[in-house]
């Protein structure tokens, strides 16, 4: 999986945008939001109305990007449930769940679950994806490189699994409590990358 901007131009009414971003500093300052969370939120919020348009349901959608940002993966161990956030909040757990599954498909957050099984959230602009694209792609031109002098090609699983070392005990990037997840993550990712350098090489 290769994370990608959303820098684009989409069909929506800028003044939709900052009507949502405006509405939803109110929101957090009438919850008495962490302005280190805010900003992260309302940022959130501003991405999926310029994608999507404004959400029906407005609160719940304020919520869901709070939550989301609020999962960040060096946030763990964080035990509050979603039940627990909804309530806080003083709203359905339903729809805070909805919201939250729509952010996090729309604007392609990858998610890890600790032993508990509580979410947590990886945004595909922030830094944690970051460095996992670098290491991934500077480790696959390596690998299709050196492939290319030895004539011997090294299993997919056994490059995952020193670019997931790396990415937990040497760069400390993502907690050892996702290491599981992250492996899936990085497979996917060295496919992806691997596809795209063959490509490149047989166009030639």
């Given amino acids: 999986m290769v994370f990608h901007s959303d820098d684009e131009h989409w069909a929506v009414n800028p003044h939709d945008v900052v009507k949502a971003v405006l509405d939803a500093h109110e929101f957090y300052k009438e919850k008495r939001v962490d302005e280190r969370y805010e900003s992260m939120a309302l940022d959130l919020v501003r991405r999926y109305v310029w994608k999507e348009g404004l959400p029906r349901e407005t609160d719940p959608f304020f919520g869901a990007a709070l939550f989301v940002v609020t999962r960040h993966p060096w946030s763990h161990p964080n ?6 956030f909804a309530a806080k909040l003083r709203m359905k757990e339903s729809s805070l769940d909805w919201y939250t599954d729509s952010i996090a498909e729309k604007l392609g957050f990858a998610s890890f679950h600790d032993k508990a099984q509580l ?7 922030g830094t944690i994806a970051s460095v996992v694209n670098s290491v991934v792609r500077s480790s ?3 690998e299709v490189v050196r492939s290319i002098v030895s004539r011997e090609v090294s299993a997919p699983e056994v490059l ?4 997931v070392d ?4 040497v760069v400390k990037v993502v907690p050892l ?4 997840e992250l492996y899936g993550l990085v497979r996917r990712t060295i496919a992806d990358e691997t596809k795209g350098l063959r490509d490149q090489l047989l166009r030639e």
């Fill in 79 to 84: 035990p509050l449930t979603k039940t627990e």
């Fill in 119 to 125: 979410p947590y959230y990886m945004d595909p602009q």
């Fill in 140 to 142: 696959v031109g390596e």
């Fill in 160 to 163: 995952a699994d020193d670019i």
């Fill in 166 to 169: 790396r990415l937990c005990n």
């Fill in 177 to 180: 409590a996702f290491r599981q």
